[in-house]
Antibody, heavy 117, light 107 residues
Framework: EIQLQESGPGLVKPSQSLSLTCSVT?????????WSWIRKFPGNKMEWMGY???????NYNPSLKSRISITRDTSKNQFFLQLNSVTTEDTATYYC??????????WGQGTLVTVSS | DIVLTQSPATLSVTPGESVSLSCRAS??????IHWYQQKSNESPRLLIK???QSISGIPSRFSGSGSGTDFTLSINRVESEDFSVYYC?????????FGSGTKLEIK
């Protein structure tokens, strides 16, 4: 069964970069589908941030386009999120997910990232 | 971006009641809407895809309907485990967007 697991620092200082890893087991990320990052802000708003496809192409939410990068390490079956120049408004729970068709069938458990000095 | 407006924000019901949750899109999106349930401290779970298509393992009391701009998630006879937050999500165009959620709570 496919499983996704986020990892990374839970606290990031303003103006620094946020870096998260999604480790995937039970499926090879180069075999198919798109691999997304989604975040949920305090108060329940959810935002799709972007994805990296099985072929390595990327697509980002225009609201983040200048700050976001999604990359992968196929040897480790992992993909990564980097968000630059964070502010307190980037405080959220970050999820990685597999996009099946155009919906998200598999999610990680989520990791809370707080932006604070 | 396509804006999804969910209503009501909060719905208070008694177990055993049947409910309908609404999701309205800012433009026509055919049936490109998907529904999720999120319980506290858990990740979202897919309930319905493409407005009305059922998902394996999801109880049959959950159903979806609608097309164009108006969509509904129905729960027939709410059970105690159903009290959580429900989101709709559109895949008609990028960026993918989510509704603001409807919290289903016990009356």
């Amino acid at each position: 069964e496919i499983q996704l697991q986020e990892s990374g620092p839970g606290l990031v200082k303003p103006s620094q970069s946020l870096s998260l890893t999604c480790s995937v087991t039970g499926y090879t990320i180069t075999s198919g589908y798109d691999w997304s990052w989604i975040r949920k802000f305090p108060g329940n708003k959810m935002e799709w941030m972007g994805y990296i496809s099985y072929s390595g192409s990327t697509n980002y939410n225009p609201s983040l386009k200048s700050r976001i990068s999604i990359t992968r390490d196929t040897s480790k079956n992992q993909f990564f999120l980097q968000l630059n120049s964070v502010t307190t408004e980037d405080t959220a729970t970050y999820y990685c997910a597999r996009c099946l068709g155009a919906w998200f069938a598999y999610w990680g458990q989520g990791t809370l990232v707080t932006v604070s000095s | 971006d396509i804006v999804l407006t969910q209503s009501p924000a909060t719905l208070s019901v008694t177990p055993g009641e049947s409910v309908s949750l609404s999701c309205r899109a800012s433009q026509g999106i055919s049936t490109s809407i998907h529904w999720y349930q999120q319980k506290s401290n858990e990740s979202p779970r897919l309930l319905i895809k493409y407005a009305s298509q059922s998902i394996s393992g999801i109880p049959s009391r959950f159903s979806g309907s609608g097309s164009g701009t108006d969509f509904t998630l129905s729960i027939n006879r709410v059970e105690s485990e159903d009290f959580s937050v429900y989101y709709c999500q559109q895949s008609y165009s990028l960026p993918l967007t989510f509704g603001s959620g409807t919290k289903l709570e016990i009356k």
